[in-house]
């Protein structure tokens, strides 16, 4: 078993197509739309093969802000990196385009090495080799 793809709301679409794909290298594939209901989406698809859908809807509401806090539900998900080097210079590359940064690259306590962004929507993005 493998997890297919994961899937996350967000309020503006291309925003957010846009942030996986200059930061991430993410290739979007073609816009879903379903005039009845209002939703639309996009599959990415990540160098080497995992997959996001994001998705938009117009009476999906925006949770709270919370600032980058930790809240119940999906708590981040990670993107390998390949090595510390690049950890370090993409959270650096990211810093500078304005992302923002809830942890600095460093060792875990159970050893990993990481960073935490927030894209656009607030959802945390794990970066680790």
């Known amino acids: 078993m493998r ?3 994961l899937a996350l709301w967000t309020l503006d679409l291309e925003r957010a ?9 993410a290739a979007a594939g073609t816009a879903y739309h379903n005039p009845r209901t209002g939703f639309r989406s996009y599959f990415l698809t990540f160098a080497g093969g995992a997959r996001l859908e994001l998705m938009q809807r117009p009476d999906v ?17 990670a993107l390998s990196l390949g090595s510390e080097t ?7 590359r990211l810093r500078a ?6 942890s600095a690259p460093r ?11 927030l894209d656009a929507d607030g959802n945390r993005i794990e970066l680790t080799v």
């Open 107 to 117: 060792r875990t306590g159970d050893g990993y090495y990481e960073s935490v962004v």
């Open 61 to 77: 509401a925006a949770r709270a802000d919370t600032a980058g806090a930790d809240t119940l539900g999906l708590a981040h998900f």
């Open 17 to 25: 197509r846009e942030f996986y794909a200059r930061h991430f290298g």
């Open 97 to 102: 385009a304005g992302v923002r940064v809830v």
């Open 86 to 92: 690049a950890v370090d210079e993409t959270t650096a």
């Open 3 to 5: 997890i297919e793809h």
